[in-house]
């Protein structure tokens, strides 16, 4: 391989954004099978526990560099913080996605409620009201897959799959249509 070859033909962001959304529909299917309660087969329940949260990073990971890739045309950090790629974006493509994760988060709406602009941090995130709902689900979630791998080590073992999808959902989409996102 040529030495001048330039860095982003590797990279086909194109094929990561496939990449992301295959491993969403594994972990949606698994999610699905994991409705089996614990006691008809608990290795199928634990191992389906421990396998979405981990496939969702991934898959989060993967959607994020694509943006990146898209952008920079050439290939993505080497950091594993879904918070960190979201802040590499340009800031155009960060406000492009918050705005379509507004639009889908139910509590998102409070946030430009007047009531809430005088209530302190903490109760504004007791009520979810947050005009940056991806940015605290990447947040929340910055070092998951990481942390995921070593859980046996941990007893706080709890993640929430469903936000973790939403924002997933938020960065393939806003990606496979990001022409008429700019119209």
Not at 19 to 37: F, G, T, Y
Not at 53 to 60: E, K, Q, Y
Not at 85 to 94: A, D, I, M, V
Request: charge should be neutral.
């Amino acid at each position: 391989m040529s030495a001048n070859m330039n860095e982003a033909e590797n990279w086909d962001p194109d094929s990561m954004i496939w990449n992301a959304k295959s491993l969403q529909r594994v972990a949606k299917e698994l999610e699905r099978k994991k409705s089996v309660s614990p006691q008809q087969d608990s290795f199928l329940f634990w191992g389906i526990s421990l396998a979405s949260p981990i496939l969702l990073t991934l898959a989060t990971e993967i959607a994020l560099k694509a943006w990146q890739c898209r952008e920079r045309k050439k290939k993505p950090e080497k950091i594993h913080d879904l918070l960190r790629l979201f802040e590499g974006l340009e800031s155009r493509t960060q406000e492009r996605l918050e705005a379509r994760m507004r639009k889908l988060s139910p509590n998102s709406a409070w946030a430009e409620d007047p009531r809430m602009q005088n209530l302190d941090e903490d109760l504004r995130y007791i009520f979810r009201a947050s005009k940056h709902p991806l940015r605290n689900v990447l947040c929340s979630h910055r070092d998951a897959h990481t942390h995921w791998r070593f859980i046996h080590e941990d007893e706080n073992g709890m993640f929430e799959t469903a936000e973790i999808d939403r924002a997933l959902t938020v960065i393939i989409d806003a990606y496979v249509n990001r022409k008429e996102d700019i119209s």
